[in-house]
């Protein structure tokens, strides 16, 4: 993911990385409502380095809803 030129709105930072949340073991995906079996896709987090304030959230893998 490219940085865009962000800045901190917590603390001014222009220092930023990603991280996921969930995986194949589905812990912590989102998945589509009403599909109790479905796998879904993790999200993926976009944060400063500096304070940990989150710039964006992203659904890995969005044809999983379609």
């Known amino acids: ?7 901190c709105k917590a603390c001014g930072s222009d220092s930023f990385t990603t991280g996921q ?3 194949a073991s589905t812990y912590g995906n989102v ?5 109790a ?8 987090f976009r944060f400063c ?7 964006t959230i992203k659904v890995a ?3 999983k809803f379609k």
């Open 37 to 44: 079996f479905a796998v879904g896709s993790p999200f993926i």
């Open 61 to 63: 893998k969005p044809e």
């Open 1 to 7: 993911m490219e940085n865009n030129n962000l800045v």
């Open 49 to 55: 380095k500096a304070c940990g304030e989150v710039a």
């Open 21 to 23: 949340v969930g995986d």
């Open 31 to 35: 998945k589509p409502i009403g599909s």
